[in-house]
């Protein structure tokens, strides 16, 4: 089983800066890719970022491209979603998901694959 534990959401204004983090526990050695989602008000939820923990290569929606990077520290228990030049479209609460089996290239955002999610933590941009 895989704890997730999701953290780092807060207000902040239009062009600022947060870093939110999402520590992993229990076996995460099985984890193959971890993502961050983020879900609107009266909006689908969405996927913004995946990493493969075993090479960390990353893969990015076209709306964050730029301002945001996903990465992990060297335990791999840990992914960080540092977020730059935020917009007030970015507000939302930001969820970390992780799954055990291999993705196809394209297939990150399918929520539906994920076995394992954080409680979430919200971010709330302001212009």
């Known amino acids: 089983q895989v704890q997730l534990v999701d953290s780092g959401g807060g207000s902040v204004q239009a062009g600022g800066s947060l870093r939110l983090s999402c520590v992993a526990s229990?076996?995460?050695?099985?984890?193959?890719?971890i993502s961050w989602f983020r879900q609107a008000p009266g909006k689908e939820r969405e996927g913004v970022a995946t990493?493969?923990?075993?090479?960390?290569?990353?893969y990015y929606a076209d709306s964050v491209k730029g301002r945001f990077t996903i990465s992990q520290d060297n335990t791999k228990t840990t992914v960080y979603l540092q977020m730059n030049s935020l917009k007030s479209k970015d507000t939302a609460m930001y969820y970390c998901?992780?799954?055990?089996?291999?993705?196809?290239?394209?297939?990150?955002?399918?929520?539906?694959?994920?076995?394992?999610w954080g409680q979430g933590t919200q971010v709330t941009v302001s212009s």
């Open positions: 998901a992780a799954v055990t089996g291999y993705l196809a290239y394209g297939l990150y955002f399918e929520e539906q694959r994920y076995n394992f």
């Open positions: 990493i493969y923990t075993r090479d960390s290569s990353t």
């Open positions: 229990g076996y995460t050695y099985s984890l193959k890719y």
